[in-house]
């Protein structure tokens, strides 16, 4: 894809690529983290501007789960909605069907179209609910 918009294929895109799929979800610093292992020179600043690269491309996405840093996955991925535990940070999915009642009503009475795949939901998971963080 990269080649055929007249950009390059460098081994730091590569890698980076490589890391947001490797990871699942990932924020800028742990895919700065997993790059480093294989190519120690790779500043953040050039993890960033890889990211926005390979989104606008649509190749990764991002979306926010926290106060800090967007989280980023592979474009290609379901959409889904995440679920983000304030207690222990977990991240989980669920199928994006479930929140089309709300995205329906929001189109029909607000002219106002969700980005599924951008929604977190942020609660306390169950393990942390038991008493018992993960």
Do not use: K, W
Not at 22 to 30: F, N, R, S, V, Y
Request: proline share 4%; charged share 20%.
């Amino acid at each position: 894809m990269l080649r055929s918009r007249g950009l390059r294929l460098t081994a730091q895109r590569q890698l980076v690529l490589q890391a947001v799929l490797d990871l699942g979800h990932a924020t800028p610093e742990q895919v700065h983290t997993a790059v480093r292992e294989v190519a120690a020179g790779v500043n953040i600043t050039t993890i960033y501007r890889t990211l926005e690269l390979l989104e606008r491309l649509g190749l990764v996405t991002h979306t926010h789960l926290s106060h800090g840093s967007p989280t980023y996955h592979a474009a290609g991925e379901h959409q889904h909605i995440h679920l983000v535990c304030r207690e222990c940070g977990a991240v989980d999915e669920i199928d994006p069907e479930l929140m089309r009642p709300l995205a329906d009503r929001l189109a029909a009475d607000r002219n106002f179209q969700v980005d599924i795949g951008h929604v977190a939901l942020f609660g306390v998971c169950g393990n942390c609910e038991d008493g018992e963080p993960t």
